[in-house]
């Protein structure tokens, strides 16, 4: 059943080429509206000095490091690090994620609204309205491919956005319970461990004990954030399959049905990541192939990137796609138990 989900799946998905692409458009102009002043930043910082021919023969972190203390009051070269240059930013942006640094910070803003009545505007940046606008975007989009793939036939562009706005209020709800649990898992869970951690390995005659503890703590956040994205995949897939209104009515549906056939559910989840994972490290080697010296190598680059990006957006559709179709065979399963339930104590 699950390899038959993820053909459908697949299928289904490339057949809405045009869905990933605009997607892609999207997430495009979102990242333009940070990158361009930020390349106005640098362009007026170096342009016509000659460490403008020095930084395109190679990255200098002395000169990064003098860039951002010039712009220190700047929040557009705060949000710059030098781990954007090649891939470094996929191991930053996962011990970023293991520790939940994003979701405490602004989890840690609300906290001290609601029960201290103190509002900390020096935690509220830039980066926390790229990452509400980034929610909404997410919620639409997921809206649009999950209505598209739970239809029976094939839909046009403007029913796709007609399905992401239908959906956009109770997915956007959806995402807030799902920022809400996952706060809660890294201050109660995660960070607890992370103390428990030190307090066990203060006295290790080897720095490797503690490393182990932290690989063991990382790999175990990992499927639990993996188990949860799956839940609410599920719940998404609910709402829209079901027509629910309630979205923690939802979330506990779909919790329910993954976790009575969580070896299919999580089989395929993990199917689906290391895909993903494939996809990485295809770019970081294609990326270290390519020479960033000249205009024309930058402009390769920029393809890959884009095209990386693209493979992205499909897989996430993908996986929107294989689980509706595994979402809909589970319910299947359920419905001919409790058939076949109620006809024998009649």
Not at 137 to 149: E, H, R, Y
Request: contains cysteine; proline residues 1%.
């Amino acid at each position: 059943m699950v390899l038959l989900s993820f053909k459908r799946g697949i299928s289904q998905v490339s057949g809405t080429k045009r869905f990933v692409l605009f997607a892609w458009f999207i997430n495009t102009l979102f990242a333009l509206s940070l990158a361009v002043p930020l390349l106005n930043q640098l362009d007026g910082y170096i342009g016509g000095t000659v460490m403008e021919e020095r930084l395109l023969a190679e990255m200098q972190a002395s000169w990064f490091e003098t860039y951002q203390f010039d712009f220190e009051k700047s929040e557009i070269a705060r949000l710059v690090d030098y781990s954007i240059f090649g891939y470094a930013p996929f191991l930053v942006h996962l011990e970023s994620a293991l520790e939940g640094s994003f979701l405490k910070s602004i989890g840690n803003v609300f906290y001290a609204l609601l029960f201290r009545w103190h509002l900390d505007t020096s935690a509220i940046s830039l980066l926390t309205l790229f990452g509400f606008l980034y929610l909404c975007m997410n919620s639409f989009l997921a809206g649009g491919f999950i209505g598209v793939f739970a239809k029976e036939y094939r839909i046009s562009f403007p029913e796709f956005l007609m399905e992401g706005g239908k959906y956009f209020g109770r997915f956007f709800r959806l995402s807030l319970l799902s920022f809400l649990i996952s706060y809660l898992f890294f201050i109660l869970i995660v960070d607890s461990l992370n103390d428990g951690i030190a307090n066990w390995t203060r006295n290790a005659a080897s720095e490797e004990v503690p490393f182990r503890y932290y690989m063991i703590r990382g790999v175990a956040v990992l499927l639990t954030l993996g188990v949860l994205n799956m839940l609410f995949d599920y719940a998404r897939i609910r709402i829209v399959v079901e027509e629910r209104t309630s979205v923690f009515g939802a979330f506990l549906a779909g919790a329910r049905i993954a976790f009575r056939k969580f070896f299919r559910a999580f089989g395929l989840f993990l199917l689906l990541g290391f895909i993903g994972l494939a996809l990485i490290a295809l770019y970081a080697l294609l990326e270290a192939r390519i020479p960033q010296d000249s205009f024309w190598s930058l402009v390769l680059l920029l393809l890959l990137q884009q095209m990386y990006i693209i493979a992205r957006i499909w897989l996430k559709a993908g996986f929107y796609a294989c689980q509706t179709n595994l979402f809909r065979e589970m319910a299947k399963e359920e419905h001919s138990a409790l058939v076949s339930a109620a006809t024998h104590t009649n």
